[in-house]
């Protein structure tokens, strides 16, 4: 293997990626790879899978889709995580008794 060509190639891919995220969509491996998963990568390691045929560049419709759904999913588990927060109220001992006490009669 050319090693030297391996790594210019990287650098070239790396050039034609335009954000310091990548959307790439997955090319289907003979190690198990799935092909057609979204992912969202820094662009060095973008890069590296391009050159290594493990996955291309998504579109823009696709990144932009993508995106949204992250975003959404992610604004979803933190209303979940909000909801499932448990808040307690610590309340000195003579306040409860100050409320609980009947009132006096005359």
Known sequence: ??????????????RTILEPFAV?????TSD????GVLIEVPNQLAAKMIADGRA???SADEAKDFRQKTAEAKRAADEEAMANKMQITIVPTA??????RPPKSE
Not at 24 to 28: E, I, K
């Open 24 to 28: 790439l969509v997955s090319h289907a």
């Open 32 to 35: 198990g790879g799935k092909e």
């Open 56 to 58: 291309h560049l998504a």
């Open 95 to 100: 306040e409860i008794k100050k409320a609980v």
């Open 1 to 14: 293997m050319n090693l030297k060509g391996y790594y210019q190639k990287i650098r070239d891919v790396e």
